[in-house]
C-alpha cells in the first residue's frame, strides 16, 4: 500500500472513531437509495447543487402542514408560530456565520441576488464614474456581471486579480491593483471551476489597509469551511441554501450592520416601510429594510433545519472526510493515463475539474450519466478560467459529505471506459 | 452499451479524429460562426458558394465528439448541392436527431449522415450534432457574425 493510500485509511479510521459514519448519513438522504438508468446513483455535482437529507425535506413539509401564515403581520396564532420559526432561522444562520447580531443577515434568493443586491445598493450609492471594483480571474459569472451592470450604470471599472497556473491567486498582483479609485473588492472564498480556497482572510485585511470593502461570495465555501465573519472580517458574505444541503430559493447576503444602514433598500414593496404616506415613505429597521415582499418562508425555515442537520454531523468532520476524499480522488483520477488536473492549488476543497487527452468534456460527461454518475461537464460560469487554462470545458466531479471511495472508484472505472469507446 | 454505441458508432468516432474539409477555406465569399454558449463550442463554416451552387467548403472549430464529427459530414454531404438542396437536409437532419415532425421517415434517405440518429437518445446533445448546421444556414443565409444555439432560448446557470 502506498503511502498516501496508508494515510487515507488512517484518515478514515480516525473519522470512524470520532464519530462521522458516511454509511450512516447516507442514510438521511433518501435520494441516495434511487437508481438511474438501473445503476445505484452516484452524485458527484454538488458544486452545482446537494441533495437534500430527510430532516430537511419533512421541516418544508411539517411548516406547510401545520404552521403555514405570512409572517410579521398576523396576530393570529399561526402566523405568529411562523414568524417564530422564520426569524429562529435567521438566528441559525447568524451563529452559523459567526455573525454579531441577526439583524445582519437578509435572506435573500440565493448567492446571486445577495450580490446584486450589493452592487445596485451599496455600489449605486457609493461608487461613482471612474471608480474601481476589484474582482479576482476565478469568479463565477455571478460574481463578474452585477459588476459589469453597475459598471454600465456608473461609468465605474473592472480590475482583476491574476492567478498561477496552479489556480491560486497572485496576492502580490492584488495589492498592486489599488488606488485611490479603488471602492469595493468582491472575491469568491472557494472557486466552483478550480476548487482553490483562497485566503480571503488576508485578501480582506490588505483590502481594509486601503480602506476598501470586501464582498465574499461563498457560494462553495459555505458547505465545506467553517467560516466565521468577525474573524475574516469580511463586510459582505453571500451564499446560497441549495448547495448546503438546504431548498432552492433561499440564500443568505450577510453585511456588517453599520454597511446595511448606510444603504438605500434594493426592492420596494411591503414588509421593507414601517410607514407610507403617497408624500414620505420611512424605511423598516434591518434587516427588514432588505426583505422586500413576502419572503421564502419555508425556505429559510428549511435552510435553518439544513445548518442545524450539518451542526449536529459536524461540519469539522465533514470537512476532514471530504478532504480524505478529495486527496484519494485527486490521486485516482491523477493516475489515468491522458488525464490533467485543472485547478492544482495547495489549498483545495471538494472540487476535481479535469480534462481528458482527445475527448471532449461532454462526451465524458455523457458517457458517465450512462453508468449513473452524476458531474457536470462545461465552463462552470466561469468562462474566463476556462480561458485562462486554455480549455473549452471541464470535466467536474464536485464531493459532498455523503460521497464515498467506492463512488470515486465508480468514477475512474467510467473515465477508463470513456477511453475504451473513443479508443484510448 | 447499446445506446452508448449508438451515439458514439465508429463513423463518428473516425470523423471526430480526423474531420474532413477541416481547416479555413481560401476563396471563401460566405462565412458564419455558430457558437453554443453552454459549452463554450465554437464552429466557423466556409463557403465558396457559386450562384446557388456549395462549390467548396470547410469548417474550424473545436467541440465534442458529436459536434465535430457533425461538421465533418455536414461538409462532405453538402458539397456541391445548391442551397435549397442542403437547406432540405438541414430540415431532414434535424429532424432526425430531435425526433420531430420532419423526421424523415426513411433515415436511408440521409445517407450517411444516418449514423446520428443515436444522438434522440439524448436530448442535451442535440445542439452539439445541430452546431455546425446552423453555422451553414447563417452562412447560406448571408449572415454575418456569430449564431448562438441559445437566441432566445435559457441559459444554464
Known sequence: MSAAASTILEGIRRNASSGFDVEEVRRDFPILGEKVRGKPLVYLDNAATTQKPRVVIERLDGYYRTENANIHRGIHFLSERATQAYEEARATVARFLGAADAREIVFVRGTTEGINLVAQSYGRKFIGEGDEIVVSAMEHHSNIVPWQILREQVGAGLRVIPMNDHGELLVDEYERLFSDQTKLVAVTHLSNALGTINPVGEIIQIAHRHGVPVLVDGAQAAPHLRVDVREIDCDFYAFSGHKLYGPTGVGVLYGKASLLDAMPPYQGGGDMISSVTFEKTLYNVLPYKFEAGTPNIAGAIGLGAAIDYLSKVRLDLVAAHERELLAYATEAVSAIKGVRIIGTAREKAAVLSFVLDGVHAHDVGTILDQDGIAIRAGHHCAMPVMERFGVPATARASLGLYNTREEVDALVGAIEKVKRVFGR | ?157
Not at chain 2, 463554450?40 to 456549395?54: A, E, M, N, W
Not at chain 2, 437547406?87 to 445517407?111: K, S
Not at chain 2, 449514423?115 to 451553414?136: D, I, M, N, Q, Y
Open chain 2, 1 to 157: 452499451m447499446t445506446e452508448l454505441s449508438e451515439l458514439y458508432q465508429q463513423v463518428i468516432l473516425d470523423h471526430n479524429q480526423k474531420p474532413r474539409n477541416f481547416g479555413e477555406l481560401e476563396g471563401a465569399n460566405r462565412t458564419a460562426e455558430g457558437y453554443n454558449p453552454l459549452c463554450g463550442d465554437r464552429v466557423t463554416v466556409y463557403l465558396q458558394l457559386s450562384g446557388d451552387v456549395i462549390r467548396e467548403i470547410s469548417f474550424l472549430g473545436s467541440g465534442c465528439a458529436i459536434a465535430t464529427a457533425s461538421g465533418s459530414m455536414m461538409t462532405a454531404s453538402v458539397k456541391g448541392k445548391t442551397k435549397a438542396e442542403a437547406e432540405v437536409l438541414f430540415q431532414r437532419f434535424h429532424g432526425l436527431v430531435t425526433g420531430g415532425p420532419d423526421a424523415p421517415v426513411n433515415p436511408e434517405a440521409l445517407g450517411k449522415l444516418a449514423v446520428f440518429s443515436g444522438v434522440f437518445e439524448f436530448p442535451v446533445r442535440v445542439k452539439c450534432a445541430t452546431l455546425a448546421w446552423h453555422a451553414l444556414h447563417a452562412a447560406l443565409d448571408g449572415n454575418r457574425g456569430t449564431v448562438s444555439t441559445e437566441e432566445g432560448g435559457r441559459r444554464e446557470t
